[in-house]
């Protein structure tokens, strides 16, 4: 079978799961928003794939661009019943669906990056964007989005120390077609355990940004960044640092950056 994504293709892959395929779209998660408010009685789990993806984003509005036939670009329609402030509990399930999905593959070189990166070596290899979508003043379905690098080519661009591709660190051709089934059925089996508090306890474990020192971006209040260690996460989703002088703080909103250190 090829490996390019036909609807046809998409459906011997994925079997009965609903899903719409686009060969080319700005963002895979405004048409699932949009999928799922004109049909309210679409079942949860319903996707969105697209071969090209041009205006992607992922957290604070950064773009994330998806060239044809060199990664995964999908939006799954969830129906979890939170309330806004365990929308995180969405991207948890997603890395920890990502993880099991690759964790086969890569060992002990994939970790989680709080609060949405998944990162082989340090370098990111996919990212989780969680979106509610309101219906008034009431929050209805979620939207989570992964796009996942499978064979981008990051060599000799800016990105070279920054990103990576799963085929890249592998040193041999992915099928895509299989990756994206085992990433569905992942997402669907931690859908039906976002109020089990076991995933949190496994998105913890994964997370590479616990125990070590980092550098904290303020994104709300136009604050300086500092520099804190990561100790835990709550199970909100908030990351808790202790300062220099011992004060804790609970962050939810703001970028991290890992400081390496000698033995890194």
Same mark, same amino acid.
């Given at each position: 079978?090829?490996?390019?994504?036909?609807?046809?293709?998409?459906?011997?892959?994925?079997?009965?799961?609903?899903?719409?395929?686009?060969?080319?779209?700005?963002?895979?998660?405004?048409?699932?928003?949009?999928?799922?408010?004109?049909?309210?009685?679409?079942?949860?789990?319903?996707?969105?794939?697209?071969?090209?993806?041009?205006?992607?984003?992922?957290?604070?509005?950064?773009?994330?661009?998806?060239?044809?036939?060199? @990664?995964?670009?999908?939006?799954?329609?969830?129906?979890?019943?939170?309330?806004?402030?365990?929308?995180?509990?969405?991207?948890?399930?997603?890395?920890? @669906?990502?993880?099991?999905?690759?964790?086969?593959?890569?060992?002990?070189?994939?970790?989680?990056?709080?609060?949405?990166?998944?990162?082989?070596?340090?370098?990111?290899?996919?990212?989780?964007?969680?979106?509610?979508?309101?219906?008034?003043?009431?929050?209805?379905?979620?939207?989570?989005?992964?796009?996942?690098?499978?064979?981008?080519?990051? @060599?000799?661009?800016?990105?070279?120390?920054?990103?990576?591709?799963?085929?890249?660190?592998?040193?041999?051709?992915?099928?895509?077609?299989?990756?994206?089934?085992?990433?569905?059925?992942?997402?669907?089996?931690?859908?039906?355990?976002?109020?089990?508090?076991?995933?949190?306890?496994?998105?913890?474990?994964?997370?590479?940004?616990?125990?070590?020192?980092?550098?904290?971006?303020?994104?709300?209040?136009?604050?300086?960044?500092?520099?804190?260690?990561?100790?835990?996460?709550?199970?909100?989703?908030?990351?808790?640092?202790?300062?220099?002088?011992?004060?804790?703080?609970?962050?939810?909103?703001?970028?991290?950056?890992?400081?390496?250190?000698?033995?890194?």
């Amino acid at each position: 079978m090829s490996d390019l994504f036909t609807y046809e293709s998409l459906r011997q892959a994925l079997g009965q799961q609903p899903f719409r395929f686009y060969e080319r779209v700005a963002s895979t998660q405004d048409l699932a928003r949009d999928w799922a408010l004109s049909e309210p009685e679409l079942p949860a789990g319903a996707l969105v794939i697209a071969e090209e993806q041009t205006a992607g984003r992922g957290r604070q509005r950064r773009e994330w661009r998806t060239p044809p036939g060199q @990664a995964l670009a999908l939006s799954m329609i969830l129906r979890p019943h939170l309330v806004p402030e365990q929308l995180p509990r969405v991207t948890m399930l997603g890395g920890v @669906a990502v993880a099991a999905t690759l964790s086969p593959l890569l060992g002990e070189a994939l970790a989680l990056k709080w609060p949405n990166d998944v990162l082989v070596r340090g370098r990111k290899l996919c990212g989780i964007l969680s979106e509610a979508v309101w219906e008034g003043d009431r929050m209805g379905p979620v939207v989570i989005g992964i796009g996942l690098n499978v064979r981008v080519d990051f @060599a000799r661009t800016d990105l070279a120390g920054y990103a990576t591709s799963l085929e890249s660190e592998l040193g041999q051709p992915v099928n895509r077609h299989a990756l994206l089934a085992n990433l569905v059925g992942h997402l669907l089996h931690w859908s039906q355990r976002i109020h089990d508090p076991t995933l949190v306890e496994v998105w913890r474990g994964w997370l590479k940004t616990l125990g070590r020192r980092v550098t904290v971006y303020p994104q709300t209040d136009g604050s300086a960044s500092y520099e804190a260690v990561a100790e835990t996460v709550d199970d909100l989703g908030a990351l808790i640092v202790r300062l220099d002088n011992g004060d804790q703080r609970r962050i939810l909103a703001a970028d991290v950056g890992l400081v390496e250190s000698p033995d890194a």
